[in-house]
Structure formats: C-alpha cells, structure tokens
C-alpha cells in the first residue's frame, strides 16, 4: 500500500505509523459520565468495512500527521490531508 504524503509524494506505508480512527474525540474530563466515556473512548472501537478515515504519522518522512481516507477492504486510498487541517485529535 502507498500512502501520497502532502509534502513527500507517494511512499509506501513501510514510513508510516498507523494510529487508528481520526473521527474519534477525547471526552471532557469533567462531564458526569467521564469514566465511562474515556472507558469507551480507550477500549471500545469500531472495526468498519469500507471507506474509513484514518490517522498516519509519517516517521520516516517528514513528521507530519496525516489523516487518510482509506479503503479497509481493498486499501484504495482517497484523500490526504494535514492532521492539522482538521482541527486536532
Ligand atoms: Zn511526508
């Protein structure tokens, strides 16, 4: 699988580190429920089928998070944008 980096080009993931799921947010800490959202948020995840958006860091590259729109069936890879673009994670 290559993954086109904003500022490197096309590598192979080989030079990436895979994160998870970039639509996740961290819950508030001071919101009644805390406990049980973060309990969520560290250990419940989805594992979908299909178009999924994701966080990669290019550590053998130029250090930036990218979110990627990945295929999780064929690995067809979409768009690529700046982690930063998003509003943080
Ligand atoms: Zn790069």
New binding site residues.
Partial sequence: MRIP?????L?GHE?FAYLGDATLRRPDPAAPDAERAFAEYAYRRDNPAGRHRELWY?AQ????W?VVERDTLTHEIGRVTEAREQGGS
């Fill in positions: 980096c904003p500022h490197c080009g590598r030079e290019h590259g130029c250090g930036t990218l």
